[in-house]
């Protein structure tokens, strides 16, 4: 089987990234540190963010234990389940934190150097800072194909499995625990990173006007240990998940797609294939990413652009060969079609990126009329924002929706609806192919912007802040191709885990040794039920009012979701307000700079209130699908999945582009329109831009991992669903 | 038959309705209208508003015609649909154009005498304000069962059509008339007064320092006109629409569920007759609103609330005979259940409106913690306020899934798919069946409103201000019970609308000459088949790409009206703020009340605005459901529905429940909480209440229009998708 030589190549591209990893960390760790104060404030900020996540971790090390618990009741007492389902789920968690862990610890490690490289050059800074971002790229997506290519060296090679379908599923397990972790890391660390940002602003800026990542602010060490961990800690974990969750869904949708035909196997590795040769060829991409010492801003994009771009290409090139390779001359699908729905996954991940530009750029009309409406005063630079984030979800769902169609046209899912549901996998996973490198354009920015805060502080040259500032502009725009192709993953990898749960339900009915089902009045074998099957036993039609009411509070847990979350951002805000203004009044002389803050008092606020207040909104993304699956049942949870989906997509582009907006705007009145830096305009603006800092650091970018967290857990609680949702629903008398 | 002589307490009690409308008009009439002042103002308000609904109406008109032909084409040249639908089309926009109508002028005349009252007694002002709402309640009531029966009588005792499905489908198309009328009068009124509303307070409170309703703003009196062309007529013709399209939707499912059987015909006349009891027994209900002349707020609340409760449950105990009378014995459904359904829609719209009440008075924590907020400033205000609303999407949804859940259930959805539909849309017309006095709680608000403004240009004494505001306030806390059911009536209304679209693609092959299609394998007789069957031939599951594309579509579509509707408001107002600034500085002693301002230039400015703005979002919700009928098909097109009710109905509570929170934390403020009227965290809930407007009077009621006429712009055109999209669809390669 050639499939079988092929995988190689799977743990073999994970080795690699985590081997290039290793090198430009070392590398950057060799780099000058800059002079005493830039490395004892890059030490405070190292430190914080230490403390921040060994509590965090503390903290979901329960939450993991109660699951894990919950997990082997699942498993070896009620036997709803496989038994490999709470170990999967671990690693996945586990695997998840560490990737956020590593990114964090080189981010913290390079901000010194950064600006100690911007002392010298633009093209010094941008060096270390994209290269450590390319650490943080490579390890995600190193350790992502590592637990997937474990798990299944595992299942097929050593347990030797012989059941595809069943392998594929337990894997998605792990998808669970890798989900869970990123909504706690992204909830914890957007609460953290927003409530000292915004407590820091308001006291520092408006109340005491010192500037920005000024040393006597007491939050302005929490501000900078935030971009860490939420920034690049949350995004790690949030991007190693969107990574595993399209390349497992795919899998088991390639079990499901070609069950009894010789390339079934073929269509199982496809994905963790694609994935290896896309680590390969990032790294290729990021060796591209050079210029010479006079850079300019422009040119620097170039040299990012260019990495990204012949990365992407080389990827779809050989892909080609090796999805002809694999699924050649099998008369159920044309090859072409299936890369075909590869390239349209790549191709809407970079439109939807476009969109966000033109929806978030100073240089593009919608931001320019939010910037005009501080003319008219707050309440109209609000209102304006707004409904430039709603407008904002208009192209993205027209783009997905034409994905969606293409890419499951392309794949033969009009003939056959397994081979389209697996082609719209594959759309996912081409987009996610590029991450080892666009993750390192995105993830560089928190370094530059902490390099920058570190110049701030040590009371650099105002040309060192202007590097890094130029970085940190040159990461928003780069950043915001990076948030197309996450929510577009999102949306593509949550409609392949839709068919996953299908498949999960059908391994339901076997564990708890139902055999046959009767559908349609016929007596049929579970074993060899099809989609289409499950579908009409359940009835997941549209004039089912279970299947209605599921949408209705699929819709509305995104709401309450991102209500929950920014209501965190608030509370805890609040709290860093009365920490600062104490700091101000009872330490004598800070103000003048004599005395030093109390910095660990503002991060231990910002952490306490972090941990508190994740958890609620997080438990209820867990909750929820699985009480949903018993009182409601499959065609319940079906429902909520496509409500939460549909609603959370929207959602999550408008808070994130109203953020970015706003944030622009801002920035754009800073550079001297409409009346510049200091005047109402600007204040009005600066509101706004606060407004938007919980709904595109927190809400906006969490809303992403619920979406497939809600799915996940529905796939991993789907036997629990088939074996009591039947007798709670007679109970109820609604079945 | 019974059902044929029951039939008449329709008509009947629209007649009472309308003769009762008529009584209250002329005794409100001939009360004092004050002194010349306040009739001069009053007549410039009058003016005002009828200026505007006179354009409003041209404007409209040509869209109708449009319409109009486009429907005798598909009619009488490709056939794809009844030849009745063109007619039927106009009469429901032309009937909801005049309920809009006449409870305007009811409004504009009964301001100034509700002011003249208010310097009697709190009593003397609440009877002619409330009499005078009842007017625009029973207007409505009367007109919409007015053009039902009408309809009802043509087709089936005049032309003597055989087939009640074929009756009531063809009455379906009149509630788009009325949707699309509503669409237009919400959205363009809507636009209207909150462009001269924030416009005036921007310039007059903020700028110039004047207070409200200040006869000097040059934009006051656009604001009280604005009053009236929006919360009344708009109201009147958004509920119109909603009381239509239950009674209509309802009926057409009574025809579908009891197909073949002897009641049939029943099940069609329940609905109508369930609305006209409810007429009389409101009527009952209105006599009863009676205080003594030294009443308090307290005491008139009371009385309120008795006339409405006292009618809705006679109305409960008066329609259980009438239930059992005509569907007692038949085999299929119990009378009690079909009974219990309409309780359950009922007591769901009363506990939305409980909902509402507790996130949006300042009694509660919600409204409290959005006053607090302003203790840290302007950010947090609208933060906190954004969060407020989208958690208050939780509890209706839970409410509206159980009501959805439980009203099936009892009408026997569980075991006829169509009963339980059935029994959905009667729970809609329960809920809706104390309209004529629940809209005369809600419509005498914005006539107090006016009644104050009348008072403050007047010159009239504090008092007689303090009088028609506590009548004022009273009216918000009635109005959030009339808002629930509105949002609640209009979920369930578009469940059975969902039905009945169902039902018009079957008379769409009909008309075609399509009388048999394959489902699955077998040849079967379109007149025959159930909506099951039909569900099946489109595969209208949630594995279809093409359903979830449209989940999606409905959901972005949600969002795009509200960002469009959003927009218009903040342009006009801008206008009016050059305009108001203009007069200012123009024209000479107007500031110190020497010379009069151009009033009339505002109402133009406003009104010219809002029309220009208004056709754009409306033509979005017409033409969105036309072409993804013509590309997406039937399957698409159910998803676009469901999308667009699940997400319509959380962002149009969020919207409606921030703006109210907003509004009602900055009155809290104003009674001297944190700091009190012209501190800063006033003004800081000043531009929350700012931003809450356009949300909560404009976009918020619009969404729930918009969510019906989506799915009866659907259900009318529906004929063509059955004839067209097969080609297209093929030509496009999805099929």
Same mark, same amino acid.
């Given at each position: 089987?050639?499939a079988?030589?092929?995988f190689?190549?799977?743990p073999?591209?994970?080795?690699?990234?985590?081997?290039f990893?290793y090198?430009f960390?070392?590398k950057?760790?060799?780099k000058?540190?800059?002079?005493?104060?830039?490395r004892?404030?890059?030490?405070?900020?190292k430190e914080?963010a230490?403390?921040?996540?060994?509590?965090?971790?503390?903290?979901?090390a329960?939450f993991f234990?109660?699951?894990f618990?919950f997990?082997?009741?699942l498993?070896f007492v009620?036997?709803?389940?496989?038994k490999?389902t709470?170990f999967?789920?671990l690693t996945?968690g586990f695997f998840?934190?560490?990737?956020g862990f590593l990114?964090?610890?080189?981010?913290?490690t390079?901000?010194?150097?950064?600006?100690?490289?911007?002392r010298t050059?633009l093209?010094q800074?941008?060096?270390?800072?994209?290269r450590?971002?390319a650490?943080m790229?490579?390890?995600?997506v190193?350790l992502?194909l590592?637990?997937?290519s474990?798990?299944?060296?595992?299942?097929k090679y050593i +347990?030797k499995?012989?059941d595809?379908?069943?392998?594929?599923t337990?894997?998605?397990t792990f998808?669970?625990g890798?989900?869970?972790?990123?909504l706690?890391?992204r909830?914890g660390?957007g609460?953290f990173?927003?409530?000292a940002?915004?407590?820091?602003?308001?006291?520092?800026?408006?109340e005491?006007g010192?500037?920005?990542d000024?040393?006597?602010?007491p939050?302005?060490?929490a501000?900078n240990?935030?971009?860490?961990?939420?920034d690049?800690?949350?995004m790690?974990?949030?991007?190693?998940?969107s990574?595993c969750?399209?390349i497992?869904?795919t899998a088991?949708?390639?079990a499901?797609?070609?069950?009894?035909?010789g390339i079934?196997?073929?269509a199982?590795?496809l994905?963790m294939?694609i994935?290896?040769i896309g680590i390969v060829?990032s790294?290729?991409g990021?060796?591209l990413?050079?210029t010479?010492?006079?850079?300019t801003q422009k040119?620097?994009l170039k040299a990012?652009?260019?990495g990204?771009?012949?990365?992407?290409?080389?990827?779809?090139?050989?892909?080609?060969?090796f999805?002809?390779?694999?699924?050649k001359g099998?008369?159920?699908?044309?090859p072409?079609g299936?890369?075909?729905s590869?390239?349209?996954?790549l191709?809407?991940?970079?439109?939807?990126g476009?969109?966000?530009?033109?929806f978030?750029?100073?240089?593009?009309?919608?931001t320019?009329g939010?910037a005009e409406?501080?003319?008219?005063g707050h309440?109209t630079?609000i209102?304006?924002g707004?409904a430039?984030?709603?407008?904002s979800?208009?192209?993205p769902v027209?783009i997905i929706?034409?994905g969606i169609?293409?890419a499951?046209g392309?794949a033969g899912?009009?003939?056959?609806?397994v081979?389209?549901?697996?082609?719209?996998g594959?759309?996912?996973?081409?987009?996610?192919?590029t991450?080892g490198?666009t993750?390192?354009?995105?993830?560089?920015?928190p370094?530059?912007d902490?390099?920058?805060?570190?110049?701030?502080?040590?009371?650099?040259?105002?040309?060192?802040?202007k590097?890094?500032?130029?970085?940190?502009s040159?990461?928003?725009?780069t950043?915001?191709?990076g948030?197309?192709?996450?929510?577009?993953s999102a949306?593509?990898?949550a409609?392949?885990?839709l068919?996953a749960?299908?498949e999960?339900?059908?391994?339901?009915f076997?564990?708890?040794?139902t055999?046959?089902?009767?559908?349609?009045g016929?007596?049929?074998?579970v074993?060899?039920?099809s989609?289409t099957?499950l579908i009409?036993y359940?009835?997941v039609?549209?004039?089912?009012p279970?299947?209605? +009411?599921?949408?209705?509070? $699929?819709?509305?847990?995104?709401?309450?979701?991102?209500a929950?979350?920014?209501?965190?951002?608030?509370?805890?805000?609040?709290?860093m307000?009365e920490?600062?203004r104490?700091?101000?009044?009872?330490?004598k002389?800070?103000?003048?700079?004599e005395?030093?803050?109390?910095?660990?008092?503002?991060?231990?606020?910002?952490t306490?209130g972090?941990?508190h207040?994740m958890l609620?909104?997080s438990?209820?993304?867990?909750?929820v699908p699985i009480?949903?699956?018993?009182i409601?049942g499959?065609?319940?949870?079906? $429902?909520?999945?496509?409500?939460?989906?549909t609603?959370?997509?929207s959602?999550a582009i408008?808070?994130n582009?109203a953020g970015?907006a706003?944030?622009n705007?801002?920035?754009y009145?800073e550079?001297?329109h409409?009346?510049?830096?200091g005047?109402?305009?600007h204040s009005?603006?600066?509101?706004?831009d606060t407004?938007?800092?919980?709904?595109?650091d927190?809400?906006?970018p969490s809303l992403?991992?619920?979406?497939?967290?809600?799915?996940m857990?529905?796939?991993? +609680?789907?036997?629990?669903?088939?074996a009591y949702?039947?007798?709670i629903q007679k109970?109820?008398?609604i079945?």
């Amino acid at each position: 089987m050639i499939a079988n030589t092929l995988f190689i190549l799977a743990p073999v591209g994970s080795a690699i990234a985590l081997v290039f990893a290793y090198i430009f960390y070392i590398k950057m760790k060799k780099k000058d540190a800059g002079n005493e104060t830039m490395r004892e404030i890059a030490d405070w900020v190292k430190e914080g963010a230490k403390t921040y996540l060994k509590r965090q971790y503390k903290v979901v090390a329960i939450f993991f234990l109660f699951a894990f618990i919950f997990f082997i009741i699942l498993s070896f007492v009620l036997g709803v389940q496989s038994k490999w389902t709470p170990f999967a789920f671990l690693t996945g968690g586990f695997f998840s934190g560490l990737a956020g862990f590593l990114g964090m610890m080189t981010a913290t490690t390079a901000s010194s150097r950064t600006t100690q490289g911007a002392r010298t050059s633009l093209n010094q800074a941008l060096q270390i800072a994209f290269r450590s971002g390319a650490v943080m790229g490579l390890v995600v997506v190193g350790l992502g194909l590592l637990d997937i290519s474990m798990w299944f060296i595992i299942l097929k090679y050593i +347990v030797k499995m012989p059941d595809l379908t069943s392998i594929t599923t337990i894997m998605l397990t792990f998808g669970m625990g890798a989900s869970s972790m990123a909504l706690f890391a992204r909830v914890g660390g957007g609460i953290f990173t927003k409530a000292a940002d915004v407590g820091a602003d308001l006291v520092g800026k408006i109340e005491a006007g010192i500037p920005e990542d000024d040393p006597r602010n007491p939050g302005t060490i929490a501000d900078n240990v935030g971009d860490n961990v939420g920034d690049v800690a949350g995004m790690g974990a949030d991007l190693y998940e969107s990574y595993c969750g399209s390349i497992l869904a795919t899998a088991a949708l390639g079990a499901s797609a070609f069950l009894g035909t010789g390339i079934q196997l073929n269509a199982v590795v496809l994905p963790m294939l694609i994935a290896g040769i896309g680590i390969v060829l990032s790294i290729f991409g990021i060796y591209l990413v050079k210029t010479n010492e006079d850079a300019t801003q422009k040119t620097l994009l170039k040299a990012l652009s260019r990495g990204v771009n012949v990365s992407a290409l080389l990827i779809l090139v050989v892909s080609a060969f090796f999805v002809n390779l694999l699924l050649k001359g099998n008369g159920i699908v044309n090859p072409w079609g299936i890369w075909g729905s590869m390239v349209v996954g790549l191709i809407a991940g970079i439109l939807i990126g476009k969109s966000t530009e033109y929806f978030t750029s100073s240089e593009f009309k919608p931001t320019k009329g939010i910037a005009e409406q501080s003319l008219t005063g707050h309440a109209t630079v609000i209102i304006n924002g707004l409904a430039v984030g709603m407008e904002s979800a208009g192209f993205p769902v027209i783009i997905i929706s034409f994905g969606i169609i293409i890419a499951f046209g392309l794949a033969g899912g009009f003939t056959s609806l397994v081979t389209g549901l697996y082609g719209i996998g594959l759309a996912a996973v081409g987009m996610l192919s590029t991450l080892g490198i666009t993750l390192a354009t995105d993830a560089y920015g928190p370094i530059a912007d902490n390099a920058g805060g570190n110049a701030e502080m040590s009371k650099l040259g105002p040309e060192v802040r202007k590097r890094t500032d130029a970085l940190d502009s040159l990461g928003n725009t780069t950043a915001a191709t990076g948030k197309g192709f996450a929510i577009g993953s999102a949306a593509l990898t949550a409609m392949a885990l839709l068919a996953a749960y299908l498949e999960e339900i059908k391994m339901g009915f076997l564990h708890i040794g139902t055999t046959t089902i009767k559908i349609a009045g016929q007596t049929t074998n579970v074993a060899e039920t099809s989609f289409t099957d499950l579908i009409n036993y359940y009835d997941v039609t549209l004039m089912n009012p279970k299947v209605l +009411v599921g949408v209705f509070i $699929g819709a509305m847990l995104a709401f309450v979701f991102v209500a929950l979350t920014m209501k965190a951002v608030g509370k805890v805000a609040g709290k860093m307000v009365e920490e600062i203004r104490h700091q101000f009044e009872n330490i004598k002389g800070i103000l003048k700079g004599e005395t030093k803050p109390d910095y660990q008092k503002a991060i231990l606020i910002s952490t306490k209130g972090a941990q508190h207040e994740m958890l609620f909104p997080s438990l209820l993304a867990i909750f929820v699908p699985i009480l949903v699956g018993l009182i409601l049942g499959v065609a319940g949870v079906m $429902g909520m999945l496509v409500g939460g989906l549909t609603t959370g997509f929207s959602l999550a582009i408008m808070l994130n582009n109203a953020g970015g907006a706003w944030d622009n705007a801002k920035k754009y009145v800073e550079e001297g329109h409409h009346g510049g830096k200091g005047s109402d305009q600007h204040s009005a603006l600066v509101v706004g831009d606060t407004v938007g800092d919980p709904c595109k650091d927190t809400s906006g970018p969490s809303l992403n991992i619920l979406i497939k967290l809600i799915s996940m857990v529905s796939v991993v +609680v789907a036997g629990l669903t088939v074996a009591y949702s039947p007798a709670i629903q007679k109970f109820l008398g609604i079945f």
